[in-house]
């Protein structure tokens, strides 16, 4: 009997610890992708903040206002700063355009402001 108990012990650690290897591991895995996207959420938070105020905004002032912007998981030595890339600030004009954030001012300029939206 005590032999079917602590076998029964080991069976569930084993089993804890490989859920906990593979809950690491999948994390690891994503993590470059979730701190890309934590980091796009907060510019595009950054720049909503600056159209309270602000009727429009540039391409290059949206490059600057977002150069420094930092975004770490919980409990992870990794963190993703933006920088004044024009790679980055495509990616988030792309990301805001797509989540119905912004609207460009005319076709073809890179003059955004905050959508308005349409009753």
């Known amino acids: 009997m005590k032999f079917l108990i602590f076998g029964f012990g080991v069976l569930m650690f084993a089993f804890v610890t490989a859920v906990l290897v593979v809950w690491g591991m999948r994390k690891a895995y994503f993590q470059r992708e979730t701190l890309l996207n934590m980091l796009l959420s907060k510019s595009a938070d950054k720049v909503m903040h600056y159209l309270k105020s602000h009727d429009t ?62 009753q």
């Not at 890339?85 to 990616?91: E, G, L």
């Not at 076709?107 to 308005?116: L, M, N, W």
């Open 57 to 118: 905004i540039t391409e290059p002032e949206m490059r600057t206002l977002v150069d420094g912007v930092r975004a770490a998981e919980f409990h992870s030595r990794q963190r993703a700063v933006a920088q004044a890339d024009p790679a980055f600030t495509a990616k988030l004009i792309e990301a805001m355009l797509h989540d119905g954030l912004i609207e460009p001012v005319q076709k073809g300029k890179a003059v955004y402001r905050k959508k308005i939206k349409k």
